[in-house]
């Protein structure tokens, strides 16, 4: 068995490229970096299998076909990120008719707890007691 | 009886087929998606009983076994199959006396059913798979069906938690598929079976790569930490139901996954050590996060986190007692925090909200919502004799059993989070239930007798897990011993 160095050239490119893509604040980037990483795995599959005659019976030695089986999966696989693909662009286009952008947003509660660690506060809702005075002065 | 096997997930699907035509007609949609379920549930309580005598093995499609797909049920598959039937049955009857989805009722959505359906096929079909590849598009058809749960109605706030959820989600698939695709090209098989040999004959680091990225796609999925952050966002926002089943399940599918993999393929305890650390720090952290929430549903999000923590304990001591009290411990830890999920809806009904700054009182206005809440945060928190305490108990014994510093380490962590979980929850108990009525300007919705019976029944289900504990230990036990063996499967698989 012997995998091709382009094939797998094609994989690091892509799969770097969608990782960087992935990175991204918009969604629309981040789709597009889906797509890269999943034809990156698309094509790491298909270099599991050594290269060689089509694999249908009766055209070739069935020694010098290839192995079917990483084609057939990469079918399943092909679909499975098509339909995802379709999914992560009705989120976006749905995110960006409600709030005209469609930008992956932080934890509101995420950002709350840490406003109130900030302040030292402490983050009980029975603690209510806090001192307004020495907050200042440690943000200061 | 091996015709049995697949059931489980074609049913679903089918149903799912069905429901979607049914669209125009809710009371048919709900008649099928319930009977399918309820069915389900009792081909898999069959199946149960039948896997006693060994694996059940069907290779589907009719193909010779390395080359086609085959299910597997096993004592291990077999035992999730049911607690998550019983799951989703009752989690389904709880959202149909919901009547649809928390503040969506004017626009009732006719993708629930048979979205909810097609999630239970492929958290079935995960179970079942004897072949990675399987495994992979049981994972994908859950995550699907997920995806559009979690958005459900597409509010702004569901659209923003579901986003991150949708993409580490993706990112956790693509790494799997890398990973079935390195495991091919070194291998030449997916079938689980035939990978036992084939893996032991590889050279250590190449072991060591494909161990590694089956634990990294698989850590997301069942929130692992520092591969946590996704989860305490994501689940609160989706409906009450939704959140139930995501919590009680879907993490538990990942754990499974990781369960089945470290004891099948890659048995001996080679990552050992970097699982107990990351047991360790799931726990520890997913704890703290818990107790700084004032969010009910926040607050339960991050104490699933912790708990999964708990679950690798004993994966990562890999002797027998240890997988035994990890399995115990993911049986009782679906009905519980499925359970307080559906609880945390019941009040966000009766008290308009889930912050618990907006809530008090409740213990003297509903005080059956009181002891609906009270049996299973004490489960949780593992106080005596409830099954949350036995499991972890189970788990301190094993570690001590196996008295590495680590272990140790483990084992006083694992008291440490039991604890800040009692703090946590009674901290709830107090300020929800016991301190006095905080006046708000929300109305109590009146929740139906089919949302309160299904809750009583899973709390009861809870409860029954403590009474029935010993034959259950045993059990599971017997499971460990299938798992460390590894003779059985392969023997059954590949006659």
């Known amino acids: 068995m012997r995998p091709s160095i382009v094939l797998l050239l094609a994989v690091g490119v892509l799969f770097a490229a969608?990782?960087?893509?992935?990175?991204?604040?918009?969604?629309?980037?981040?789709?597009?970096?889906?797509?890269?990483?999943?034809?990156?795995?698309?094509?790491?599959?298909?270099?599991?299998?050594?290269?060689?005659?089509?694999?249908?019976?009766?055209?070739?030695?069935?020694?010098?076909?290839?192995?079917?089986?990483?084609?057939?999966?990469?079918?399943?696989?092909?679909?499975?990120?098509?339909g995802m693909t379709a999914f992560l662009l009705a989120l976006a286009y749905r995110s960006w008719r409600l709030s005209g952008h469609d930008e992956v947003q932080d934890d509101a509660e995420d950002r709350r707890v840490r406003e109130l660690a900030e302040r030292d506060e402490g983050s009980d809702a029975e603690d209510l007691d806090t001192d307004e005075t020495e907050t200042v002065e440690v943000r200061a | 009886m091996t015709w049995l096997v697949p059931l489980p997930v074609i049913m679903p699907l089918l149903g799912a087929a069905t429901t979607l035509l049914m669209f125009r007609r809710p009371r048919v949609q709900r008649a099928i998606s319930v009977s399918v379920l309820t069915a389900t549930l009792v081909v898999s309580a069959v199946l149960l009983v039948l896997s006693a005598d060994g694996p059940l093995v069907v290779a589907v499609g009719g193909w010779p076994v390395p080359l086609g797909i085959v299910l597997v049920a096993d004592r291990l598959a077999t035992l999730m199959l049911v607690v998550s039937a019983a799951v989703t049955l009752c989690v389904l009857l709880y959202s149909i006396g919901q009547g649809g989805t928390d503040?969506?009722?004017?626009?009732?959505?006719?993708?629930?059913?048979?979205?909810?359906?097609?999630?239970?096929?492929?958290?079935?079909?995960?179970?079942?798979?004897?072949?990675?590849?399987?495994?992979?598009?049981?994972?994908?058809?859950?995550?699907?069906?997920?995806?559009?749960?979690?958005?459900?109605?597409?509010?702004?706030?569901?659209?923003?938690?579901g986003t991150t959820y949708v993409v580490v989600s993706l990112l956790s698939s693509v790494i799997f598929l890398a990973g079935i695709g390195l495991i091919y090209a070194a291998t030449g098989t997916l079938n689980m079976a035939q990978l036992v040999e084939r893996l032991d004959a590889l050279p250590d680091g190449v072991r060591m790569v494909l161990q590694g990225m089956l634990l990294l796609a698989f850590g997301i999925k069942a929130a692992i930490f520092p591969l946590s952050a996704w989860l305490p966002d994501s689940y609160p926002t989706a409906p009450a139901p939704v959140t139930a089943v995501f919590a009680g399940l879907l993490t538990k599918v990942g754990v499974y996954a990781i369960i089945r993999t470290e004891t099948l393929l890659f048995p001996g305890g080679r990552v050992?050590?970097?699982?107990?650390?990351?047991?360790?720090?799931?726990?520890?952290?997913?704890?703290?996060?818990a107790v700084a929430q004032s969010d009910l549903k926040r607050l339960l999000s991050f104490t699933l986190v912790s708990h999964i923590g708990y679950l690798l304990f004993g994966v990562g001591l890999a002797s027998r007692a240890g997988i035994a009290a990890a399995v115990f411990y993911t049986l009782h830890h679906i009905i519980v925090q499925t359970t307080l999920f559906l609880v945390a809806g019941l009040i966000e009904r009766r008290g308009g909200s889930t912050a618990l700054d907006r809530l008090g009182g409740l213990a003297r206005t509903a005080p059956v919502l009181a002891i609906?809440?009270?049996?299973?945060?004490?489960?949780?928190?593992?106080?005596?004799?409830?099954?949350?305490?036995?499991?972890?108990?189970?788990?301190?014994?094993?570690?001590?059993?196996?008295?590495?510093?680590?272990?140790?380490?483990?084992?006083?962590?694992?008291?440490?989070?039991?604890?800040?979980?009692?703090?946590?929850?009674?901290?709830?108990?107090?300020?929800?239930?016991?301190?006095?009525?905080?006046?708000?300007?929300?109305?109590?919705?009146?929740?139906?007798?089919?949302?309160?019976?299904?809750?009583?029944?899973?709390?009861?289900?809870?409860?029954?897990?403590?009474?029935?504990?010993?034959?259950?230990?045993?059990?599971?036990?017997?499971?460990?011993?299938?798992?460390?063996?590894?003779?059985?499967?392969?023997?059954?698989?590949?006659?």
């Open chain 2, 272 to 289: 050992a050590d970097l699982l107990m650390v990351a047991a360790l720090s799931t726990m520890l952290v997913g704890i703290l996060g």
């Open chain 2, 372 to 495: 609906l809440f009270f049996l299973p945060a004490l489960n949780l928190a593992g106080i005596p004799p409830f099954s949350g305490f036995l499991g972890k108990l189970g788990l301190i014994q094993a570690g001590v059993d196996d008295g590495a510093v680590l272990s140790w380490l483990l084992v006083g962590g694992s008291a440490l989070t039991s604890l800040l979980t009692l703090y946590a929850l009674a901290r709830v108990w107090n300020l929800a239930f016991w301190r006095s009525p905080v006046s708000t300007d929300a109305t109590p919705l009146r929740s139906s007798r089919l949302m309160v019976t299904p809750t009583a029944a899973l709390v009861a289900a809870g409860v029954v897990l403590t009474l029935a504990a010993g034959p259950l230990y045993s059990l599971t036990d017997t499971v460990a011993g299938d798992l460390l063996e590894r003779t059985p499967y392969v023997e059954a698989v590949l006659p």
């Open chain 2, 103 to 161: 503040g969506d009722e004017e626009h009732p959505l006719s993708v629930y059913h048979p979205t909810y359906l097609i999630l239970t096929a492929g958290v079935t079909n995960a179970f079942l798979s004897g072949d990675l590849f399987n495994l992979y598009v049981g994972f994908e058809i859950l995550l699907a069906a997920s995806y559009v749960l979690i958005t459900l109605g597409g509010t702004e706030n569901r659209i923003r938690a």
């Open chain 1, 18 to 82: 969608g990782t960087i893509l992935l990175l991204e604040r918009t969604l629309t980037r981040v789709l597009l970096g889906v797509m890269l990483l999943g034809n990156g795995a698309n094509l790491l599959v298909l270099a599991a299998a050594w290269p060689g005659s089509p694999p249908i019976v009766g055209t070739a030695d069935p020694a010098e076909m290839t192995d079917p089986l990483p084609q057939a999966m990469i079918l399943t696989a092909i679909v499975i990120t098509l």
